[in-house]
């Protein structure tokens, strides 16, 4: 499973590219807006230090704004790619991008059909929020589950973005049903790595290792 960075803050990605864990990064405009700085700087910043798909996010409504902004938002880098917005008009432009070769992150997917439907509009993402569905009571990873396989069975080559991840479950469960990517928030990412048995070994260890004769 691919990890992207669901964050805009460098100093988060910089730490996690280090390590070699970062096959790419998603935004929106909440995210954006954290930073403080403006977006095209901080999305051809962000597009330099990580190589991989780079997501920035459309606001406007209607299908000529997604579209402006999405062709202006196209060529800040190679690497970005056009998030939009779960709705008619997001469909419409994402049909649009995909038929010249642009690639797309359709966001704000709660149900199945909506992923089907932004699969065969062309996306090349589809983001599910599994965090806000929990939120309500639903299960999010039954939304994962079932979208795997409706768009196996059909052979899409969309792939699978895990979003509103707020857990190492949420992680791990991505997964294991198989999505091709999770997008992790640049403060969780370090959680995953740390287990309070792996700092107690370490510290035993260097107890122990004082024994040890020069
Ligand atoms: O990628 C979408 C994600 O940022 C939403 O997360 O935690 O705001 O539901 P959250």
Redesign the pocket.
Known sequence: MKFFL?TANLAQIERIVRLGLVDGV?T?PS?IAKEGRPFKELIQEICKIVKGPVSAEVVGLTVDEMLKEAYEIASWAENVVIKLPMTENGLEATHRLSQEGIKTNV?LIFTAVQGLMAAKAGATYI?P?V??LDDIGANGMDLIRNLKSMLHNYNFSTEIIV??V?SIQHVEQAAIAGADIA?IPGALLPSLWKHPLTDKGIEQFLIDWVNVPA
């Open positions: 669901d998603t929106n995210i966001t983001s929020f965090g806000r979003a509103s707020r997008t």
